[in-house]
């Protein structure tokens, strides 16, 4: 019904957008209750710690961001982060790590 009926932007605030965000929201609550565990209430309270992509590129560009983003301030003298790779990882992450290089 997502591609028929309600087809309206989650993230709005007009009518065609609220049936989407409870079907979003639920989907929320079913995996946080199914895959870790939380109660129905636990898993209401946390329903915006569980983020969808459109992609794997977006998610390894987002788990990136978020990982440097908790780490803590580098020690260097530099004072830039480091992160290890190798010559076999995936085009999306070495394209994305290229590009934080700049």
Aim: hydrophobic share 30%; with cysteine; proline share 7%.
């Amino acid at each position: 019904p997502y591609f028929h009926d309600h087809f309206g932007n989650p993230s709005s605030s007009h009518i065609y957008g609220s049936e989407p965000r409870r079907a979003i929201n639920h989907a929320r609550k079913q995996i946080l209750q199914y895959l870790l565990g939380m109660s129905a209430d636990e898993a209401t309270k946390h329903l915006s710690s569980l983020w969808f992509t459109s992609c794997g590129t977006e998610s390894d560009n987002l788990a990136i961001q978020l990982a440097l983003q908790s780490t803590p301030p580098p020690s260097s003298s530099n004072g830039r982060k480091h992160i290890v790779t190798s010559n076999v990882e995936h085009p999306a992450v070495a394209l994305y790590l290229e590009h934080l290089e700049t």
